[in-house]
């Protein structure tokens, strides 16, 4: 029952703009290296048939300005200092090795170099060694006494070395971002120091500057599932290569990917049947839960999104009177979580119609983003609330 459940999971995403015709043709499933590069110039021209969505995010999805210069391989020094920040009992993949060996080569100069030297290889040419592309994955419960199959939640455990440099290419990511401010501020998951009770206090403010005004706002409460699951590879690829980060490193990742076959190790052993890539068809998608570089590409995408959103005057316009300072929120953001704030203060635009500009502004974020769960709080005045 759970090998099924989890193909189908990073089969899922096979309906959206990027794995479908005509953006297929264009970018192909791992990217297209010149098709790639005009839109971080902002010099790509869609297909005419492309939708309006997808013309967006490749509209948005320029590289900014200043943007830092990334490592294109893992430095001996870099090694050390990700072996040392690792923890000794985290479980690796399906060869055995385990973070213990890791850590403990890290302390020898000829075999820290060694390791660093196999780590360069994939990192700096694109290169997925055939170790790599075997993975185990874990089920864990989501809630207590739930142990249907689809109620579980896979964490896919993949050799260490590789998922190492999985998280190289978020720590970079992320760190380009910041200094290049890349990154949406209204999107704070995955951000140095930002914790989550910091985006329920922005939210919370918020509510308190709608009923103060006597505002009338829509705000659309949303939970994405399986987010990581469901990223489109081709999209994942645009948006870590617009932070800076070198292509060979995202292809490696992204080949391991797409070539894994994956296990299952349950109480009482390992799985001797596997799923992986289909023999025809679109390879598999998502950048799988475990994924050290998954949170911070989500990041990258939802800052896209917003930056799309932004364009488009979606948002919520307000004025803070202690600092002096117009500011606009399209949302309040923290990984898979985002509550989407729309406000119209036009006398002429009706309650109704700003409810279905939000409905589609909707749609629109989470385009390459599977929905799972949205709800409706719609304000009025201080007083009415539905």
């Keep these: 029952m759970l090998l099924p459940v989890n193909k189908a999971k990073v089969h899922s995403s096979e309906d959206t703009d990027f794995l479908t015709s005509p953006l297929v043709e264009e970018f192909g ?27 967006l995010f490749l509209k948005h999805c320029v590289a900014p300005l200043g943007l830092p210069t990334s490592d294109d391989r893992v430095s001996t020094v870099d090694h050390c200092k990700g072996w040392k920040r690792a923890k000794e009992l985290t479980s690796g993949g399906r060869s055995r090795i385990i973070f213990a060996m890791y850590k403990a080569e890290a302390t020898d100069s000829v075999l820290l170099a060694l390791d660093a030297s196999q780590r360069s290889m994939g990192y700096a040419t694109g290169f997925s060694f055939p170790w790599w592309q075997q993975g185990l994955d874990v089920q864990l419960l989501k809630r207590s006494g739930k142990i249907g199959a689809t109620s579980l939640h896979a964490i896919s455990c993949t050799e260490p070395d590789q998922n190492m440099n999985n998280k190289k290419i978020g720590r970079d990511a992320m760190w380009n971002g910041e200094r290049a401010k890349a990154l949406a501020q209204d999107i704070l998951g995955g951000r140095k120091g930002i914790r989550a009770v910091e985006v329920n206090q922005n939210w919370t403010l918020a509510n308190d500057h709608i009923r103060g005004w006597r505002a009338r706002a829509v705000i659309i409460s949303n939970d994405a599932n399986g987010c990581f699951d469901r990223i489109a590879h081709v999209v994942a690829v645009l948006a870590l290569r617009r932070l800076g980060i070198p292509r060979p490193a995202i292809m490696s990742m992204i080949t391991t990917i797409q070539q894994m076959q994956h296990y299952t190790r349950t109480a009482i052993g390992e799985s001797e ?41 979606h948002g919520y316009e307000a004025w803070a009177p202690i600092s002096q300072r117009a500011m606009t929120l399209v949302c309040f953001g923290f990984v898979a979580d985002t509550n989407l704030i729309l406000n119209n203060d036009n006398p002429g635009v009706t309650f109704s119609d700003t409810g279905q500009v939000a409905q589609r502004r909707n749609i629109q974020i989470f385009q390459y983003q599977n929905s799972r769960e949205v709800k409706y709080l719609f304000y009025y005045t201080t007083t009415t609330l539905l």
């Design 273 to 313: 049947q596997s799923y992986g890539p289909n023999p025809s068809g679109p390879p598999p998608q998502g950048l799988i839960q475990g994924n050290g570089a998954a949170p911070a590409a989500w990041s990258a995408i939802s800052a896209v999104l917003v930056d799309c959103m932004k364009g488009e005057g």
């Design 29 to 55: 499933h791992q990217g297209n290296e010149v098709m790639e590069n005009a839109v971080l110039q902002g010099s790509n021209v869609p297909p005419p048939s492309a939708s309006r969505y997808s013309k």
